[in-house]
C-alpha cells in the first residue's frame, strides 16, 4: 500500500523508538545544552553524554528519551521522571507519562488523562477518558466522542468535531471531513479546502499532500509549490524532501528540483546536512550533496542529533559520530 512508504521517515523512527535508543532532545543547564542519548544494556535502560560516558547507569526496564530536560522512567509499573543527572523529579506515580511538550506532559491514573507541569503539578486534572496528545503550538487535541482541541488550562478552544485531526504545526493542523483532508487554523476554521485524499503536517512552509495517487506539496495558501508526480515522499526537513518517482529513492529541494538522484532502496530525513540512505540492504549517510560520509554497513539507523546517531547491527544498537565511529558500541 503507498500509503505506508510515504510514512518513510515515522515507520523508521517508530521502529527504532519501539526497540532501541534514538536520541530526541536536551535540556538546558547553567546557559549549555546537556544531552543525554538512551542506552540498553541487558534489557535494562540508561543513558549516557555525548562522548559516550555512562551517566546514569542502565537500570529501568523502560524510559524514554529526555524531552525538555526530563525523561520519563518506569519502577514496578509505575511512571515517573528523571533529570539529567539521573535524579528523580517526580517521583513513580503515573499508570503512564508521555514526554513533555511545551513544559506539559500527559499522563494517566485511574483510566483517565490529564497533564503534569515539570514540577509535578497537576496542571490539568485527570478528566479525559478516552485519549489524548501532547501540547504543540499552544494546543492539545483530546478525544471525546470526537477530537477537539484545548488550550494550556484545559478549555476546549476548538470543540470536539473531527475524527482525526493532526497537530498544529506552523499554524495549521490538518482535518478530515466526509474522506476528505484539509487544513484548520487555530480558530478552528477551515483555511484550505478539505480536497486531497491525504495530508500531512507543514514542514518548512510546505505540506505533503495526496490527490488522485500521487503526492506533492503545498503553501500555506494551498497553492501547489511541487505539484503531485511522486509515488512515494516524505516531508521537508533541512531543506530537502525524500521521494520517489518510481522504486527508488532521491531527494528534491523546495522548488521541486531534483538535486540527489533517485537510486537509494529508502531514504530518511535530513537532520544537521546527513540523512540515512539503504543501499543493497545496508545504511549509511549522505550529505546534502548526495556524496556519502558514512559507508553503508548498519541494519538500520535514526537521526543525528548534536553529532550523534543511533546504529542497529545485528540486532544491537549503538552510537556513532558523524565520521562513522562508535562512541557507544552495540549493546541490548
Known amino acids: ?18 526497540a532501541a535508543p534514538v536520541p530526541q532532545s536536551g ?56 533529570d539529567p543527572s539521573g535524579k528523580m523529579v517526580i517521583h513513580p506515580q503515573f499508570d503512564w507519562a508521555g514526554p513533555f511538550s511545551e513544559g506539559l506532559a500527559l499522563f494517566r491514573t485511574q483510566g483517565k488523562y490529564g497533564y503534569i507541569s515539570n514540577s509535578g503539578q497537576i496542571v490539568i486534572p485527570a478528566r479525559f477518558e478516552v485519549w489524548a496528545w501532547d501540547f504543540s503550538e499552544g494546543l492539545a487535541r483530546v478525544l471525546t466522542s470526537s477530537v477537539g482541541y484545548i488550550d494550556t488550562q484545559g478549555k476546549f478552544v476548538i470543540p470536539p468535531q473531527f475524527v482525526n485531526p493532526g497537530q498544529f504545526h506552523e499554524g495549521l493542523a490538518t482535518v ?21 485524499n491525504w495530508g500531512w503536517g507543514f514542514s518548512e512552509g510546505l505540506a505533503m499532500v495526496q490527490l488522485g495517487g500521487k503526492f506533492g506539496y503545498i503553501d500555506k495558501a494551498g497553492n501547489w509549490v511541487v505539484p503531485p508526480r511522486f509515488e512515494w515522499a516524505a516531508s521537508f526537513s533541512d531543506g530537502r524532501a525524500a521521494v520517489a518517482t518510481s ?45 556519502t560520509v558514512i559507508p553503508p554497513c548498519y541494519d538500520r539507523v535514526g537521526r543525528f542529533v548534536e553529532g550523534v546517531a543511533p546504529v542497529e547491527v545485528d540486532n544491537k544498537w549503538g552510537y556513532i559520530n558523524t565520521r562513522g565511529e562508535f562512541i557507544w558500541k552495540p549493546t541490548n
Open 27 to 82: 535540556h538546558a543547564d547553567r546557559g549549555q545544552l546537556v544531552r543525554r542519548y538512551m542506552i540498553i544494556e541487558n534489557g535494562k535502560r540508561g543513558f549516557i553524554d555525548r562522548q559516550g560516558r555512562v551517566v546514569i547507569p542502565a537500570q529501568y526496564s523502560w524510559a524514554g528519551d529526555f524531552s525538555e530536560g526530563l525523561a520519563q522512567i518506569r519502577i514496578e509499573d509505575k511512571y515517573g521522571y528523571v
Open 1 to 18: 500500500m503507498k500509503l505506508v512508504h510515504c510514512f518513510l521517515t515515522l515507520c523508521l523512527l517508530a521502529a527504532i523508538g519501539g
Open 176 to 196: 478530515k471531513i466526509r474522506g476528505w483532508w484539509g487544513y484548520i487554523n487555530s480558530e478552528g476554521n477551515i483555511v484550505i479546502p478539505t480536497k486531497y
Open 247 to 291: 522504486s527508488e529513492w532521491g531527494f528534491i529541494d523546495a522548488t521541486g528540483k531534483m538535486v540527489i538522484p533517485e537510486h537509494f532502496q529508502w531514504a530518511s530525513d535530513f537532520t544537521e546536512g546527513l540523512a540515512g540512505v539503504k543501499v543493497n540492504g545496508q545504511w549509511g549517510f549522505i550529505d546534502k550533496q548526495g556524496q
